[in-house]
């Protein structure tokens, strides 16, 4: 059949490639830019990816294209980013970036091309009982990206082979070599999707104008001042810039209090303030389409709130269209904005955007 392959010009994608031309598909090699800004290096990252992904191409002897998706990012993935840290939240764009983009214009744009499939080097797996297409775990528990895919709809399901995700890494890397594919040994990305890897601090200071206030202590106390609360993550340690202070120990981000631009913070080694067994989130999404349960009843599964988390225990109830969790074990630094992903065993069945712990 004919497949695109959405090629990063990373090892993962490129092995998926591989994996799809050996299989005897006819393979089409597409790579994205959606992001059109250089680094602080003055380097656009994107031409070094583009460059690497042509070499694979040639190297697998298939054809390949270049699409910009600039304008969709911006509109549909970026814009809602910025609104988030504007809330003083901290959103995931990895999570609206696979429905929006990848698994929907990138798709649209494989189907005119006439592919039966869109290939990408996620990890994570697929199948179908009863006629239902269903997201599964990586054979690869440390690069699982089940949590980052849970937005996907059936249709995308329906359509999108994952090759790798059955493989761990160093299996890939092994692949790649043998088959002295350029890219077998290059760096993983750590940035955001798209965007890359820069200085956070300073990126988002070009799109969000600062509000600097007081850093406050949990009785009120001023210890300094913060340069914006949109720099600023539950459970931070580093960069707070107060020093030690006090007892000597290291502070902490406890709160965001966004109504009067104070960030409140903590000292010592006791985090008992970042806990909670409880979290409520909106915005569900189910990789089935439908809830696993009804309105007002409870599903034991399993929970992540954060990528590469290992899988934990949860209640969750689903009432007023929000999801209700509760957690045996106290979670750490609960972060509205951030995604509650729901499994039960290899099953990924969807999630919900975190609004409070």
């Known amino acids: 059949m004919r497949v695109v392959v959405g090629m990063s010009g990373g090892v993962d994608s490129s092995v998926a490639a591989l994996l799809m031309k050996r299989a005897g598909h006819e393979v089409i090699g597409v790579f994205m830019k959606n992001w059109e800004e250089k680094d602080e290096s003055g380097v656009c990252t994107s031409e070094r990816d583009w460059a690497d992904v042509r070499a694979v191409c040639d190297k697998l002897d298939i054809p390949y294209y270049s699409v910009n998706f ?30 929006e983009i990848k698994f929907n214009v990138f798709l649209d744009f494989a189907e005119r091309l006439g592919a039966e499939k869109l290939v990408t080097g996620h990890f994570a797996g697929i199948d179908r009982v009863d006629g239902e297409y269903r997201l599964l775990r990586a054979a690869d528990e440390n690069k699982d990206q089940t949590y980052f895919l849970y937005m996907i709809d059936q ?68 210890v300094g001042r913060h340069d914006g609360l949109m720099y600023y993550t539950l459970g931070q340690r580093r960069g707070l810039g107060i020093g030690g202070g006090g007892n000597g120990q290291r502070w902490f981000v406890v709160k965001k209090d966004l109504e009067n631009n104070l960030l409140v913070v903590h000292q010592g080694e006791d985090e008992a303030l970042l806990y909670s067994h409880e979290a409520v ?17 409870t599903l034991r599964c399993q929970a992540r709130l954060r990528h590469r988390q290992p899988l934990q225990d949860c209640r969750l109830t689903l009432r007023g269209g929000r999801a209700y969790m509760e957690f045996p074990v106290a979670q750490r630094a609960v972060t509205p904005g951030q995604s509650a992903v729901f499994y039960q065993g290899q099953v990924c069945l969807g999630g919900a955007i975190i609004d409070e712990n």
């Open 281 to 297: 989130g909106s915005e569900m999404t189910w990789l089935a389409g439908h809830p696993p349960v009804g309105e007002g009843q």
């Open 155 to 222: 249709r995308a399901l329906s359509k999108a082979l994952f090759p790798v995700g059955g493989l761990l890494k160093g299996e890939i890397r092994e692949i790649a070599r043998e088959a002295g594919l350029p890219v077998s040994d290059k760096k993983d990305s750590t940035g955001v999707c798209f965007i890359g890897e820069r200085n956070f601090k300073q990126f988002l200071s070009g799109f969000l104008p600062a509000q600097p206030g007081d850093m406050i202590t949990t009785d009120g106390r001023v």
């Open 70 to 99: 600039a304008k969709q990012y911006m509109d549909r993935v970026f814009e809602h980013f910025l609104a988030e840290y504007r809330k003083g939240r901290t959103p995931n764009p990895d999570v609206l970036c696979n429905r």
